[in-house]
């Protein structure tokens, strides 16, 4: 802004946002000008998780990365675990029993349930509603509940392996997984009654921080936030992997229902019905489930051929790409991982000037990012 | 108080050789002592059922710890308050940033004085009530923008400056819609509203159900006074998840306490101000609380009266737990676009209504055609 000559001078104001802000979804930093409310720029600075995951890669054997990879983001451990195992598979060729696959992809589809629920509810207490976060919470509790039953752990899961799963999945626990999800799906209508077409979190989502599908596609976005300006591309279709093509369920895209095609609202609502098709897989796949074993033979000191691959799957954050590159020894030689929070976050500083304060915080909530996933 | 004290004088003999003046200031110094227990105890209790209520909304437990059931929760909270370090940023504005909490303090409690508890307790029944708790809450305004700027925090000034610009805004809106209760009782006092609304109509007394225009008055004050006393949906200047906690974040201890009684005793006050042009205040339905025994018809007024602001605060909270905020300019949007003019327009209603039916209301009609 220029002061006029008679005029109080003015000068945009400089505020530091983070890394410790209830809002930006852990250590992100983000410095903003503002003129008043008005921000003028806002400037993501990374890094503050960084913990060389990509580096540590190349110190431990494939089996021993597992673990680090739940790491990789910890609201959706079990995507992250099972990417890693499907490109260790990829690259050395690897059989895994169907029966695992199916593990998989439940435990997949529930954490992505999770994850959902966590940026459903952690948006709603972004824009100000406290109580739909505990209800989140409280569905969540099951997942974990769940997850605790087949793995023993309730945020950081290392279960699966190279070649499979680290064990069946105990008796009783499909019977009480479709018991979550007969007493889950009715609470997805509750959500959307209570919060989701709320007038006032209508107004502070709609025809804010519209992408166009043309940029979300340039800027490479991928996930629900993709999808959110109405493109209809998910991996789980698109270039299906595990038994994914064996399962019948819908990609959700933005509508625009309520504003702009591509706003945070429909990056929102793309959340909720997501959620609604994992409900949809997980039943399917209970179904379909066969007998059999849940982890191929694969030898105790495992070298897979020279060679290098990249594998991407479907997390709820978007794409999960792994470029691995091995030289024939126990160790990967090179990783790379591509994740969609760390690609969204280029969008960032573009589609944030001019909004309010507030909607800076809107649009960080409607990306979902997760800092573990930009820092690596 | 004066007249007060000398009934007190001549009714007690013992008092007989004490100077009036002494009698009148040991009255006023006793009223404000009670008030000030009242307004802290309820601001205690407030805030213990503010997280019992959060807690029953969002299917948790809720504070169950210190005492049966945390009932002594808020004892916990305060002693904690009492001894917090009290830490004043290296940078700030000493001298303001202690005295901001005063302001917002006792802006909120200063509104105390005047409400009407009960057909016979009211610390100082003011000819300009109505105007007299504008004007005293508007104080807290000056302690917010003091608070905001003098902690040398941007996030503060943020919330500071938010907060100045919301009260100024939705203080129009407020005023604009307790006036027609002022006209229809023909005075400015709050006891004098009540008594307006007293009366053999029970319920359709109340000034809710005079005419259409204060019934739609009634909720006009309502949302513009949850703006004013910045609740949610309208709790811009402390919003947690963008501004931090906004102009009280560098405050602790005591210090903030001051700010924490204040939001709680503000809520009290938007509920009793509701109750009292609104609601028939201490009116017992078809009883005259006036002619019962002084002690009875007190008793029986206050119950009353704090039955019917406990449930006001109650929806408050429910609202608070409920809805998502607004935006800045959404907020003054609101205000500017919508609030103001409907006030406006709603006061011309109610005024054309007293003129048209010479102060009638709907009941009260209604009540004459069957005599």
């Known amino acids: 802004m220029t002061a006029r000559s008679n005029a109080l001078p003015t000068q945009e104001m400089t505020i530091n946002m983070g890394p410790q802000h209830p809002s930006t979804h852990g250590v992100l930093r983000v410095i903003l000008t503002t003129d008043g409310e008005v921000v003028t720029r806002a400037v993501p600075d990374v890094g503050?998780?960084?913990?060389?995951?990509?580096?540590?890669?190349?110190?431990?054997?494939?089996?021993?990365?597992?673990?680090?990879?739940?790491?990789?983001?910890?609201?959706a451990a079990m995507n992250c675990n099972c990417a890693w195992a499907w490109t260790v598979e990829k690259l050395a060729k690897i059989e895994v029993p169907e029966r695992a696959e199916y593990l998989r992809v439940i435990v997949c589809e529930l954490n992505r349930i999770s994850s959902h629920l966590i940026a459903f509810g952690s948006y709603t207490a972004d824009m100000g509603a406290f109580t739909p976060f505990l209800y989140a919470i409280r569905e969540r509790e099951q997942v974990n509940d769940l997850f605790e039953m087949i793995c023993g752990n309730r945020l950081?899961?290392?279960?699966?392996?190279?070649?499979?799963?680290?064990?069946?999945a105990p008796p009783g626990f499909l019977e009480k997984t479709k018991e979550f999800l007969d007493y889950f799906e009715p609470k997805l209508d509750e959500y959307n009654n209570l919060i989701s077409y709320n007038k006032i979190f209508v107004h502070r989502l709609a025809n804010v921080a519209v992408i166009p599908a043309e940029e979300a596609i340039a800027y490479g976005l991928t996930g629900p936030n993709l999808r959110g300006s109405g493109v209809p591309f998910d991996l789980r279709k698109d270039e299906p992997y595990s038994v994914y093509p064996k399962f019948d369920f819908r990609v959700c895209v933005g509508t625009g229902e309520r504003g702009t095609l591509g706003d945070c609202f429909d990056r929102y609502m793309v959340r909720i019905n997501e959620m609604r098709e994992s409900v949809k897989i997980v039943r399917q796949a209970i179904a379909q489930i066969p007998d059999g074993p849940v982890l191929a033979k694969v030898p105790r000191v495992f070298k897979p051929p020279v060679g290098e691959t990249y594998f991407r799957s479907e997390c709820p954050r978007g794409e999960t790409g792994i470029y691995l590159i091995s030289d024939g020894s126990v160790n990967p030689f090179r990783l790379k991982i591509r994740t969609g929070s760390f690609v969204t976050m280029n969008l960032f500083e573009k589609i944030t000037r001019g909004l309010m304060i507030a909607d800076v915080v809107a649009v960080i909530g409607s990306f979902d990012i997760i800092l573990p996933e930009i820092d690596r | 108080m004066e007249a007060l004290a000398i009934s007190l004088v001549k009714a007690l003999p013992v008092l007989g050789g004490a100077p009036l003046w002494a009698v009148t200031l040991l009255l006023i110094t006793a009223s404000a002592v009670v008030v000030l227990v009242f307004a802290l105890t309820f601001e205690g209790v407030g805030s213990l059922v503010l997280r019992k209520v959060a807690g029953d909304i969002q299917a948790r437990i809720g504070p169950n710890r210190v005492g049966p059931r945390g009932i002594l929760q808020f004892l916990a909270d305060g002693v904690k308050l009492v001894l917090k370090e009290d830490i004043i940023p290296a940078n700030a504005d000493r001298l303001l940033f202690k005295l901001a909490p005063y302001f917002v303090f006792v802006g909120s409690f200063a509104a105390f004085?005047?409400?009407?508890?009960?057909?016979?307790?009211?610390?100082?029944?003011?000819?300009?009530?109505?105007?007299?708790?504008?004007?005293?809450?508007?104080?807290?305004?000056?302690?917010v923008l003091l608070a905001g700027w003098a902690s040398n925090n941007k996030w503060a000034l943020l919330g500071g400056m938010r907060a100045a610009a919301q009260i100024v805004s939705y203080e129009i809106p407020v005023g604009m819609a307790l006036i027609p209760a002022v006209l229809i009782a023909g005075s400015l006092s709050l006891q004098d509203i009540v008594r307006s609304q007293g009366g053999l109509l029970g319920i359709f007394g109340w000034n809710l159900f005079h005419n259409p225009f204060t019934f739609f008055s009634f909720f006009l004050y309502f949302t513009a006074a949850q703006a004013e006393t910045n609740q949610t949906p309208f709790d811009l200047p402390e919003a947690e998840s963008e501004l931090v906690s906004g102009y009280n974040v560098e405050y602790s201890g005591i210090r903030f306490g001051l700010f924490f009684l204040a939001e709680f005793g503000d809520m009290f006050i938007v509920a009793a101000l509701a109750t009292a042009c609104f609601l028939g205040g201490w009116n017992v339905p078809f009883l005259q609380v006036g002619t019962l025994p002084w002690l009875w018809g007190n008793l029986l007024s206050l119950g009353v009266f704090l039955a019917k602001a406990f449930a006001m605060v109650l929806i408050m909270m429910w609202v608070r737990w409920t809805l998502p905020r607004l935006r800045v300019d959404q907020l003054m949007r609101m205000s500017w676009k919508y609030l103001v003019p409907l006030t406006f327009v709603n006061l011309l209603g109610v005024s054309l209504w007293l003129l048209v039916f010479k102060g009638k209301g709907i009941p009260g009609m209604i009540a004459s055609l069957f005599g």
């Open chain 1, 156 to 168: 950081t899961y290392n279960y699966a392996r190279v070649g499979g799963v680290s064990g069946d």
């Open chain 2, 113 to 143: 004085v005047v409400v009407p508890f009960g057909v016979g307790l009211i610390a100082a029944d003011l000819n300009i009530g109505i105007y007299y708790v504008m004007a005293v809450t508007s104080l807290v305004v000056v302690g």
């Open chain 1, 48 to 75: 503050y998780l960084h913990r060389g995951l990509e580096k540590i890669g190349e110190r431990v054997t494939y089996a021993q990365y597992m673990p680090f990879t739940d790491r990789l983001d910890y609201l």
